[in-house]
């Protein structure tokens, strides 16, 4: 790597195509044949906020629209979480995440979890991330979560949940405690394991690179696992000359005095929520550039004459959040929540030639699902020595089949239990927060087929719905069927007890 410039050196293909014979996966002439794997995820995107889902006028996305009519679109896809690290580990596993304990943010893979990236690396691919990570803390490159640690050859991006969308530097760091500038996603980027100053927006930076990565490796397969910080917050920032362009006025961002949490927070509360001027109008400018830089991508994979042999996934890692003016009509409830609002979101399939082009999918689908389906599209083994949860979905993509992927999903809260937060002092920012975001965080979830119960934990009450003819969540049908609900609640018990077996090992 040249570290002046922050450039990523390309690997040496040879030496991988040689390391994937020497251990007898795959032969250079195999190697020519397989597809590429490209999985681009957006953050905290409204389900309604893609214009192939939500039809709405003021949320117009023609990029994502034509991935979407290359190929699968799935109405009634699921994450496994309603916050960021959780739902990423449990995709690049193909497991419920709880089976080693994680239940809320901090989210960390074991060193006995195994990555979709770590898979695809030992079977001869190149790997790379670009973006956010976001499946642990601030620990640097020898943390086992770094990305450089599990499977990926190249990095570029940041480990954290927040990513500014304008400061890059370590100067832009200095106003700022590291615990606050690592929280607000202010300051330098990874390059591979070193920390190198960058300019520009995130997304071009992001976008940027990708298209590099794909240059570079056009003529060997490759995974790459594109992660934008579109759309998540801080929305309310944008490129000077994109303000000019829309006619908005600069928003000061949080200038510290003592730096402290409590102070970004009343800051936070007193102005990013709701007093945003033009709040959904920053957050929509914010999504035609996730498009846009969706829309490259898709160009270069044209270019590059990859398109037809790319299999190309894309999903928002969990429901719009309330933050920043996200649209996930008709669901109820937003990110944080195990709601539909915050667990059911946009995903699609693409890979031409290869699966059905516009197609829509009704039956439930969960990212755990990429881990098999990737593997079987790869003729790749499973790992042998765990329980996977998700299902391969290419059996069911080009024929109408009478089965479904699956019956019945499972979701887990904050955690499972807990009284509702009580603040001594009720108008701290901390306090007008939690009342800002609302709704109980806790508790648990099950879907079977069309029916979903909902158990919340800061009230200690139930609720049944039926999907099929209520996607709003808004009749609790609980005192007309108590067997039902009976029934769903000892099937999340077996289920809970089961992963729980496997957390207490790890």
């Known amino acids: 790597m040249n570290q002046s410039t922050g450039k990523i050196m390309k690997p040496m293909v040879m030496g991988v195509a040689v390391l994937a014979i020497s251990y007898g996966f795959l032969s250079c002439k195999s190697m020519e044949s397989k597809p590429n794997i490209l999985l681009i995820v957006s953050d905290d995107q409204g389900y309604a906020d893609f214009s192939a889902y939500g039809g709405l006028k003021e949320a117009q996305t023609p990029n994502l629209d034509r991935l979407a009519e290359s190929g699968v679109r799935f109405t009634n896809a699921y994450v496994t979480m309603s916050i960021c690290s959780p739902s990423r580990c449990g995709f690049l596993t193909g497991r419920y995440q709880q089976r080693w304990g994680v239940y809320n943010y901090g989210a960390k893979l074991p060193q006995n979890e195994i990555t979709i990236a770590e898979q695809l690396k030992e079977a001869g691919y190149i790997t790379g991330m670009v973006g956010k990570s976001h499946y642990g803390g601030y620990n640097g490159p020898k943390a086992q979560e770094f990305p450089l640690n599990h499977g990926f050859d190249e990095f570029f991006g940041r480990e954290g949940g927040t990513m500014d969308y304008l400061r890059h530097t370590k100067k832009d760091t200095e106003p700022f405690t590291p615990y606050m500038a690592n929280h607000l996603g202010i300051g330098p980027w990874y390059v591979n394991d070193n920390v190198v100053d960058q300019t520009g927006y995130s997304t071009d ?54 730096g402290t949490w409590d102070e970004y927070l009343e800051w936070v509360v007193d102005t990013i929520k709701p007093e945003t001027p033009q709040g959904r109008e920053r957050y929509l400018y914010h999504l035609k550039r996730l498009d846009e830089a969706v829309g490259k991508i898709q160009k270069k994979l044209e270019e590059t004459d990859l398109i037809h042999n790319t299999i190309i996934i894309f999903f928002s890692d969990n429901g719009g ?19 539909e609002g915050g667990i059911r979101v946009p995903f699609v399939i693409s890979w031409p030639g290869k699966i059905s082009s516009n197609k829509l999918y009704e039956p439930m689908i969960s990212t755990l699902d990429i ?33 479904v992927p699956h019956e019945t999903l499972f979701w887990t809260g904050f955690s499972l239990r807990s009284e509702k937060p009580h603040f001594d002092e009720p108008e701290s920012a901390l306090a007008r927060h939690y009342r800002q975001i609302g709704g109980d965080r806790y508790g648990w979830a099950i879907r079977h087929k069309n029916w979903k119960l909902r ?48 957390e207490s090992k790890n």
């Open 455 to 502: 158990y919340f934990g800061e009230t200690d009450k139930y609720a049944l719905y039926d999907l099929e003819k209520d996607i709003g969540e808004s009749e609790n049908l609980i005192e007309q069927y108590p067997e039902l609900a009976d029934k769903l609640k000892n099937m999340f018990a077996e289920w809970h007890n089961q992963v729980a077996t496997e």
């Open 205 to 258: 930076l992001i976008t940027d690179r990708a298209l590099s990565f794909i240059e570079e490796n056009k003529k060997h397969p490759f995974f790459l696992f594109v992660s934008f910080n579109e759309v998540h917050g801080p929305t309310h920032q944008l490129p000077d000359e994109d303000l000019k362009k829309l006619g908005l006025k600069k928003f000061p961002d949080w200038e510290p005095v003592e």
């Open 371 to 403: 881990f098999p389906t990737i593997h079987a599209a790869l003729e790749i083994e499973m790992p042998a020595n765990r329980e996977y949860d998700g299902v391969n979905l290419l059996p069911f993509l080009n024929a109408d089949s009478a089965s």
């Open 321 to 339: 959040s309330p933050s920043v003016f996200t649209n996930n009509a008709p669901l109820r409830g937003y990110k944080f929540l195990l709601e």
